[in-house]
């Protein structure tokens, strides 16, 4: 196989170890720090039950071990059930990641009869108030209820809360409603700024100091809570030195199909000027292994300097294609992120902006209600 950028030869493709179906891009919800892509209505023809069967299917013979069933909201898929014991019987992990909102007892047990194994539910913040207004609609008291139900009907339960300017400040109490509510993992992870997060950065964006304060909280909660539960804190990169090994390599671990059977790389490639695959049109085996979106930065030999003759090339992979793409308007640049790249300003400038006094709850473009 070669590289389609350089024409380069090309080691074989790597096996994918997890498949991010996003099962429908409709939510209730309007969470401002949405990665979802901003023309929602651009993905309303979704694949049907036999098609995303055909995906799972697919999946599990390229050697796909995780699941995970997201979107939007795939509670709004009547079909979940049907999907998970597809899933399941494929002898893949399926892990549930919902708002909760739809989340009914008859509806759990459906999922629990069909094999589900694990849920992850969002929580915007600790308190209805907060969390309300970042959700966009009253949801803080059924998502508290459905993470009780998941822990009553045994499924083990990770809470994820996209920490943010607006909601950092809250972060031992967010800690303290997640041990109440007894979940095996939670997932402190900072806003990637990503399609409706991407329009709300400034708003976003914490300062170093609100930064600083919460990884003190967390690491003395993560020492307390040890044995117990497990504490993930994810960074935000614009205030690293080098830029995340963003999804462990460009299609080299992960692959994401879009509700309208696009498959993709990761969940943001749909905005890098590269041709589309879709599952209606050749098998996921085809797109992972030879498609040019797939093996566009695969490997390293797309690299420019610094990236190319860089040390610790193989630690970060330059970083975010998509992010490069975003803020230099060329992919294969150097992620900005990095203290090392020529666009590094970029994210200084925003991050001078962070830092800057001023109110932390400043009006938030909310994501499109679509349903
Ligand atoms: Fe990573 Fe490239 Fe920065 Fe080196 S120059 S640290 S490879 S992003
Ligand atoms: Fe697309 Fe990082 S989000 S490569």
Redesign the pocket.
Known sequence: MTDTVTGTPQPAAPRPFGLLAELTYRCPLACAYCSNPIELARYDDELDTAEWQRVFTEAADLGVLQCHLSGGEPLLRRDLPELVRTANELGMYTNLVTSAIGLSRSRAAGLRDAGLDHVQVSVQADEPATSDRIAGIRSFERKVAACRLVRELGWPLTVNVVLHRQNIDRVAAILDLVEELQADRVELANTQYYGWAWKNRTALLPSREQLDRAEEVVTAARERLRGRMEVVHVLPDYYSR??KPCMGGWAERQLTVAPDGDALPCPAAQTLPLPRASVREASLAAIWTEHPLFTAYRGDSWMQD??RT?D??DL?L??CRCQAFQLTGDAAA??PV?H??PAHDLVEAAVETANRPGPVDVELVPRLRHL
């Open positions: 080098y830029p610094p990236c860089c610790r090339k970060d330059g970083g150097t992620d990095c090392l790249s």
